[in-house]
């Protein structure tokens, strides 16, 4: 294993007594560490955030017209075919 997997970064950060002893019993509680409970924790939630960042959200009539244009799409108009032109002159085949 290389060394650069085993460095780790540190964060800090001041919580009320109260929520101290909340996560310390709960990470005692799954037999986790203070350390790994925060961390485990914090990075669920982070990819949480991530995955709601990157989902698309559609309306109801948003959705019928995604699903319509699908399943008939329009005839190519002549911007389009210019555009498929220019990509296949610019990619190696």
Do not use: C, W
């Amino acid at each position: 294993m290389r060394s650069e997997a085993l460095k780790t970064a540190r964060i800090e950060a001041r919580i009320r007594p109260d929520d101290k002893a909340l996560l310390e019993e709960a990470a005692g509680h799954l037999g986790l560490s203070l350390a790994d409970f925060v961390t485990t924790s914090a990075r669920v939630q982070a990819e949480e955030v991530m995955r709601r960042r990157d989902e698309v959200a559609l309306s109801r009539q948003d959705q019928e017209a995604f699903v319509q244009a699908l399943l008939n799409p329009p005839r190519p108009n002549d911007k389009l075919k210019a555009a498929v032109a220019r990509y296949g002159s610019a990619v190696e085949r």
